[in-house]
């Protein structure tokens, strides 16, 4: 997976709590990406990174802010969690033409 | 906007080959990719095209025709192993990336 890592690999919060999930790559590549998943809406593309120092909105952003901190981290942050934000969030990398894509955070909030 | 179309769900049988279709309509269009997933996995990549054409690898081959905005992905040989969802995902020119809402194989014995 191009050394692509997630943590945590599990999180239950409670509604109106905040959390950072975090993504690293050991590679050097520019572009980077959060996803999420939920049953039958395939991957949606909630921010992604083109470089260092950028980012950009994709389609579902509302009730998510990002940093991009350096060339290597890209942190998803979750400000006041909401029960519609119960889902599976992949992180991915972008080399070539071909994405490489994280384990997965399994987010439930309550 | 961009958006892409893919069956939800694609049935054939082992050792058969089988296409999945493609379909989008986007602007700043740079390629298009393939990949596939398993139950409570990630997805992995398959393949890619960045121009018109077949891109073959191994059992898995995938086509695209920019005039038509239109690509498949065919497996052939199809083992039980293949039975997966399989995403199409369009790239842009500022490498934004977007996803089809995945196909369903299911592999009959």
């Known amino acids: 997976n191009a050394g692509v890592t997630q943590t945590p690999k599990f999180q239950v919060l409670k509604t109106g709590q905040s959390m950072t999930l975090q993504c690293a790559q050991d590679m050097n590549h520019n572009s980077m990406y959060w996803y999420r998943q939920d049953p039958g809406m395939g991957l949606r593309l909630i921010y992604y990174?083109?470089?260092?120092?950028?980012?950009d909105k994709g389609e579902v952003p509302n009730g998510y802010n990002v940093s991009r901190l350096n060339k290597r981290e890209f942190s998803l942050r979750l400000e006041s969690a909401a029960p519609s934000q119960t889902s599976v969030y992949f992180c991915a990398i972008l080399r070539g033409g071909a994405q490489y894509f994280g384990p997965g955070t399994r987010l439930t909030v309550t | 906007g961009q958006s892409l179309e893919q069956p939800s769900e694609v049935t054939a049988v082992e050792g058969a080959i089988v296409q999945i279709n493609c379909t989008y309509q986007t602007s700043g269009f740079y390629g298009l990719s393939w990949y596939q997933q398993h139950d409570g996995g990630a997805p992995t990549f398959l393949s890619y095209n960045g121009l018109d054409g077949l891109e073959e690898t191994g059992r898995f081959s995938s086509f695209l025709s920019r005039s038509d905005s239109y690509g498949y992905l065919l497996l052939q040989e199809l083992q039980m192993k293949d039975s997966a969802s399989y995403f199409c995902g369009y790239r842009a020119r500022d490498d934004k990336i977007i996803f089809g809402k995945g196909t369903r194989l299911h592999i009959l014995p």
């Open positions: 990174s083109a470089s260092e120092g950028t980012t």
